[in-house]
């Protein structure tokens, strides 16, 4: 079902990554940046990620060996050291995530570029190198954004929706890789329900809610693909839900052939058996417009 499988290391049938965007309380300060600072049940909600789900998921992570990926806008890299330190001192990686959680949609031009500046010398900074991966805040990549990944010597992007695998893309200024995401994966339908900033989604129960990431990754595992998580540690990594996902991470791994990795790890692989020949992958040519359609 999948036309151009990739070859995944040591006979895996199915590549895995979880994936978590540690925004924190960076969406209500940016959604409401007049009295944002004084909304204190979203800041609250958005502190229960690092202060609480993080060190929970790094538990996790650290019983079953795993090795993961975490998106993280750069103002909460300062805000929060210590999960931030936590989250490499385990090895993890930590990829390029905005600077407040800024719509690149809505930060064209000067903006935008500034705002991925500023962030990309915090991680040189704080985290000390140059982040490989690249999510855009609500998936809003631009042009101008690719064109900066490519410039700046990104290894990849993980925002966009073209294909079930990692694909190649090819710019008239370089190429890069993308890292697929879809909304089927991501756990903001089920769980968010966050009125400051219009996202009012019914709560599902923990088992209803991740069921549709099971049978996603079932999907995947039988067509010998890529299963991506894109999560949030304040709303998955709650407590009842966390338990529903350990318990499948035990299960998976015991009775599955995966490989988890981090989506650098993931990507360097395409990467390579692309460049010995040995895997041929699919390739988007972008821009994919230059101008409105609208005449």
């Known amino acids: 079902m999948i036309a151009n499988p990739i070859p995944w290391p040591n006979g895996a049938r199915c590549a895995c990554a979880i994936t978590f965007d540690m925004d924190a309380d960076s969406l209500i300060h940016i959604s409401r940046p007049k009295d944002g600072h004084d909304r204190l049940y979203p800041i609250s909600m958005g502190r229960y ?3 609480v789900a993080v060190p929970r998921i790094l538990d996790t992570y650290r019983k079953y ?4 990926s975490f998106f993280i806008p750069a103002w909460c890299i300062e ?3 210590a999960a931030v330190e936590s989250i490499l001192r385990d090895g993890h990686e930590i990829g390029h995530h905005g600077l407040l959680h800024e719509d690149p949609v809505e930060t064209r031009g000067e903006r935008q570029q500034k705002a991925f500046e500023t962030a990309t010398e915090i991680h040189q900074k704080r985290i000390g190198r140059k982040p490989r991966g690249y999510r855009a805040p609500v998936y809003n990549v631009t042009q101008q954004v690719i064109d900066l990944l490519v410039a700046n010597g990104f290894q990849y992007d993980s925002s966009l929706m073209a294909d079930d695998i990692p694909y190649l893309m090819k710019t008239p200024s370089g190429t890069l890789w993308e890292a697929p995401v879809h909304w089927g994966t991501d756990d903001w339908p089920p769980f968010a329900h966050y009125a400051e900033i219009d996202y009012m989604m019914p709560v599902k129960a923990p088992s209803e809610g991740l069921k549709a990431f099971w049978e ?3 999907a995947q595992y039988e067509a010998g693909g890529f299963w991506i998580g894109i999560w949030h540690p304040f709303l998955t990594g709650r407590l009842a839900r966390w338990r529903l996902v ?3 991470l035990e299960q998976t791994l015991k009775t599955k052939n995966v490989w988890f990795a981090p989506l650098e ?3 360097a692989h395409v990467a390579k058996v692309t460049a010995d020949g040995s895997y041929s992958p699919r390739v ?3 821009p994919y ?3 409105s359609q609208l005449g």
């Open 289 to 291: 417009y230059t101008r």
């Open 65 to 68: 060996g795993l090795k993961q």
């Open 246 to 248: 350990d318990q499948w």
């Open 265 to 267: 790890d993931i990507i």
């Open 49 to 51: 990620g690092p202060t």
């Open 79 to 81: 805000q929060y050291p």
């Open 216 to 218: 996603e990754f079932d």
């Open 284 to 286: 988007e040519q972008l």
